[in-house]
């Protein structure tokens, strides 16, 4: 052990032992600490992550043994990302009915990538409609690329497809691969025309379930929280 060997401040983040506390920062020639002789393997530790600026708030009233309302945001405490699971739950990581966040997984799914029954986000993947950059359902899909049994898009993969450059049993599009006989039963869906490939028609059939759904859910929980909140 290095007698008189000094501690330097040790800042959150920095890397110290665990054994008696001797920062390692600028250490770079030792594989021991200089001040216990410890290996450094064993006892290399960081300072716990600690931050506050994150949003917490989680409603008293419940609903299926969940909190309607859920809010994570951000850093705070011990966590580095917010989870949040409600009713409602709004986070870096969101579970629930309606979830919104970084990473969202609900029957109504909004997100950078979103996972659900109904989805929207950079990246979609629902059950039933997919809006987003990628956008893969088993139903409808609309997106920069979308696969889907019915997909619209700049690339559209499906049953039915409709796009810039259209993959399917029956697409349409600038460039289509496979016969238009069939998608032309789905002009009300997807538009009259190739010309409409980035029409509307498809925007109000991937995001109106999403709103509707979700503003039902909206309205459950206002009646459930005011009730809650009200009991307590």
Not at 31 to 42: H, L, Y
Not at 114 to 129: E, M, P, R
Not at 152 to 176: D, E, K, M
Request: charged share 10%; proline share 5%; glycine share 22%.
């Amino acid at each position: 052990m290095t007698q008189g060997a000094s501690k330097p401040p040790i800042s959150p983040g920095d890397p110290y032992c665990g054994n008696c506390g001797y920062s390692f920062i600028g250490l770079i020639d030792s594989a021991r600490c200089p001040e216990c002789g410890k290996p450094i393997v064993e006892v290399l530790t960081r300072p716990g992550f600690a931050a506050s600026w994150g949003k917490r708030y989680r409603s008293k009233a419940m609903l299926f043994g969940l909190p309607v309302i859920d809010v994570a945001l951000g850093p705070h405490g011990s966590e580095r990302r917010g989870r949040a699971r409600g009713i409602i739950a709004i986070g870096d990581l969101a579970y629930g009915w309606l979830a919104i966040g970084g990473i969202a997984r609900g029957i109504v799914a909004i997100g950078g990538l979103a996972i659900g029954i109904f989805s929207v986000g950079g990246g979609a993947v629902g059950l039933l409609t997919a809006d987003g950059g990628f956008a893969a359902s088993l139903g409808l899909a609309n997106g920069g690329l979308a696969v889907g049994t019915i997909s619209t898009g700049g690339l559209a993969v499906g049953a039915i497809a409709q796009g810039g450059l259209a993959v399917g049993i029956s697409a349409r599009g600038g460039l289509a691969i496979g016969h238009s006989k069939l998608i032309n039963h789905f002009n009300w869906l997807l538009g009259g025309s190739s010309s409409q490939i980035s029409g509307v028609l498809p925007f109000l059939f991937t995001l109106g379930p999403p709103l509707i759904v979700g503003g039902l859910i909206g309205l459950l929980v206002m009646a459930r929280h005011h009730g809650g909140e009200s009991d307590s």
